[in-house]
């Protein structure tokens, strides 16, 4: 798996990152796994782990923290390009949830309603948590399409290795209780556009983000293979062609199922027994 995936990178006109976490037996590949990288989209996973984590807080009676159950009425100053969803909705008029937000944000990637999320949440709220995770190198720095903060190189930022952190930290249910674990991957689960998946059988459950910016191209998730789940961060930029880019991630993670599909139907040995 390891040489196929190194292929796979030296292939590619661009730079390539990336994370791999066999949840069951723990070992680990990293490909560049300690470089600070562009996360576009993929930063949106830590702004739904705020969300579910302020969520905890309030159901233990923490005051002043945001619930999935609070609604919000669409606003036409908080709408701004990239929001499929919510340039269609009726200012004024329309009332949604937090958690209907967030599903727009996994979704289509919306990016107002990223943005109200993120002034509900708090922006240092969201690092706090990434800072009591020790993940130092991943920041939420700008809202969605703030152009001026990324020209002054505000960027949103992490690591392949901590990404992969992040996602494992909350799979083993070190953020979040267990309903809200299950609740915030049923989120992160929804069907969507995204580069992981691509080459995979389509019956396989996936919980992902993918980010893309000019010239650079993520995805980040878990990949729930029965008996054999792993998490998969992978992370390009610098790229020369970014369709190049996404290819590139669908090959890795199909390598990656390939290699876990195997280890999930085999004995300690190597044997495997097909069901009759």
Avoid: W
């Avoid at 289509?108 to 020790?134: E, F, H, K, P």
């Avoid at 249910?173 to 689960?189: A, I, Q, R």
Wanted: hydrophobic residues 40%; proline residues 4%.
């Amino acid at each position: 798996m390891e040489q196929e995936i190194i292929r796979i990178a030296d292939r590619l006109d661009g730079f390539m990152g990336l994370a791999i976490l066999d949840l069951t037996g723990g070992e680990q590949f990293l490909l560049h796994g300690d470089e600070i990288l562009p996360q576009a989209s993929s930063i949106k996973i830590a702004v739904l782990a705020e969300l579910y984590h302020q969520a905890v807080q309030a159901a233990g009676g923490a005051s002043n923290k945001t619930k999935l159950s609070d609604l919000y009425t669409v606003q036409k100053a908080d709408l701004v390009p990239g929001s499929d969803i919510m340039l269609g909705l009726t200012p004024g008029v329309t009332r949604i949830t937090n958690r209907d937000l967030a599903a727009m944000m996994v979704a289509v990637s919306d990016n107002s309603a990223t943005n109200v999320l993120i002034d509900r949440l708090g922006m240092d709220n969201v690092n706090a948590l990434l800072n009591g995770l020790g993940l130092k190198n991943t920041r939420l720095r700008r809202k969605m399409m703030d152009l001026k903060a990324a020209g002054e190189g505000r960027e949103n930022v992490s690591t392949p290795r901590e990404m992969m952190t992040l996602l494992e930290a909350i799979y083993r249910g070190k953020v979040l209780g267990k309903e809200n674990t299950e609740d915030f991957f049923k989120v992160l689960s929804t069907h969507k556009e995204s580069q992981i998946p691509r080459l995979l059988p389509d019956d396989v459950a996936i919980a992902n983000k993918p980010g893309s910016l000019e010239a650079v191209r993520n995805d980040s998730g878990i990949v729930f293979l029965k008996n054999r789940p792993f998490v998969i961060c992978v992370m390009t930029t610098f790229l020369k062609n970014e369709r190049a880019g996404e290819e590139a991630i669908s090959q890795v993670a199909a390598v990656a199922y390939s290699t876990f599909e195997r280890l999930a139907r085999s004995s300690p040995y190597g044997r495997v027994i097909s069901p009759k």
